[in-house]
């Protein structure tokens, strides 16, 4: 049976961008279906025979506009798995929390090209996939997963997970266990770890969307706790991690569950900066062995340069030797031109002679770099 394309519903009330979309979409191979407002979008999705596989909507539209549309489209459990992406010209951190608010999965601003618009939908395709088999995975493990926490009481928890974080050797296991700990406070987090190279992205649900991405780097400044709605991102040094669903509806359990999560994140952080100085440890030895390397080689080369410039005056001397034997010379030029050659070869000595305090300096630099990494 042959696959059928993927299915895009455009919604813009400007024809002309409404237009340039679909004929570039459709030349990329996607079925397109369009709407100029929310309304009309939504009794799209509401009628359509075939599922949307993702939707491309504008923000400020007339009837119905996109943050409405997107809330109806996400509180819908038939449709609420259909990739949303916001295209607006509004720029700003507080329009892109509107957009995480209301559920979607990323947000483009005006201008966009076709081919960097073609390259998101793309990757949102993707990951829709990958979410679908990680979800099946997830439901299967659930039965099975080992419980991370032993005790019943908020402090036991975290206790508990400061002892198992002594055991992670890397990023995602760290991440495992913190998710581990929050889904027994019922909590559906991301967490984006910035490393000095590179940052890594983990969800308690799957992937990290590109907006979820967005939304903690804009965010990475707004205080320890930046609280919006039912949303909390938590700021460490080293990381940041997303809250989707704190209980607000519980003032006291609200509390419990921020101080609980302060508590988390220290031990996460304690364990990130142990794990990064590890890579870093790694990293130090190896640079110490290049550089213990190179100093063999320079040492290599000195002693042979040294026997070398010794072979090629006491050569020279014996050529002289014979030479003079021919030239005719009297006793005393003779002696002149030997004790010229002779002083020739006394310099070099002792040109030699300071370039050995040199390479004893080089000696004490490669002692301290072996002390180095002996104590690592």
């Known amino acids: 049976?042959?696959?059928?394309?993927?299915?895009?519903?455009?919604?813009?009330?400007?024809?002309?961008?409404?237009a340039?979309?679909?004929?570039?979409?459709?030349?990329l191979g996607y079925d397109v279906l369009t709407a100029e407002n929310g309304k009309e979008a939504?009794?799209?999705v509401n009628g359509s025979h075939q599922s949307i596989d993702i939707i491309l909507s504008d923000i400020v539209m007339p009837v119905m506009e996109g943050y409405a549309f997107c809330q109806a489209v996400k509180s819908n459990p038939e449709y609420q798995d259909i990739p949303f992406i916001f295209v607006s010209s509004l720029a700003s951190l507080e329009e892109k929390l509107k957009g995480f608010e209301v559920g979607a999965d990323?947000?483009?601003?005006?201008p966009i090209s076709p081919e960097e618009l073609g390259l998101k939908i793309k990757k949102l395709l993707v990951l829709r996939e990958e979410n679908?088999?990680?979800?099946?995975?997830?439901?299967?493990s659930n039965s099975v997963a080992m419980q991370a926490m032993t005790y019943s009481s908020d402090l036991g928890q975290v206790l508990e997970f400061y002892k198992n974080t002594l055991d992670a050797v890397n990023y995602e296991e760290v991440a495992r266990l913190?998710?581990?700990?929050?889904?027994?406070?019922?909590?559906?987090?991301?967490?984006?770890?910035?490393?000095?190279?590179?940052?890594f992205g983990f969800s308690s649900q799957g992937i990290v969307s590109p907006l979820e991405e967005s939304v903690i780097e804009l965010s990475r400044y707004r205080g320890r706790f930046?609280?919006?709605n039912a949303r909390t991102i938590i700021n460490y040094a080293d990381f940041s991690l997303l809250v989707k669903n704190m209980p607000i509806e519980d003032e006291e359990r609200y509390g419990i569950t921020k101080d609980s999560l302060g508590n988390l994140c220290d031990a996460v952080e304690a364990r990130i900066k142990f794990l990064m100085y590890e890579n870093a440890s790694i990293q130090k030895e190896q640079v110490i062995n290049v550089v213990i390397g190179m100093m063999e080689e320079v040492d290599k080369q000195f002693g042979e340069m040294q026997e070398a410039n010794t072979n090629v005056i006491n050569s020279m001397l014996d050529d002289l030797d014979e030479a003079m034997l021919d030239l005719g010379l009297t006793s005393g030029q003779e002696d002149l031109v030997r004790s010229i050659v002779v002083e020739g070869r006394e310099r070099s000595k002792r040109a030699f002679k300071r370039a050995d305090v040199i390479y004893d300096k080089f000696d004490e630099v490669r002692q301290e770099l072996d002390n180095a990494l002996d104590n690592k």
């Open 1 to 18: 049976m042959e696959e059928r394309s993927h299915r895009v519903l455009v919604v813009d009330d400007d024809a002309d961008l409404l």
């Open 20 to 27: 340039m979309h679909s004929l570039h979409l459709v030349s």
């Open 42 to 44: 939504l009794d799209r």
């Open 106 to 110: 990323d947000y483009i601003t005006k």
């Open 132 to 140: 679908k088999n990680l979800q099946q995975q997830l439901s299967e």
């Open 178 to 199: 913190l998710f581990d700990a929050t889904n027994n406070y019922g909590l559906k987090c991301s967490l984006k770890i910035f490393s000095r190279d590179e940052s």
């Open 226 to 228: 930046f609280d919006f």
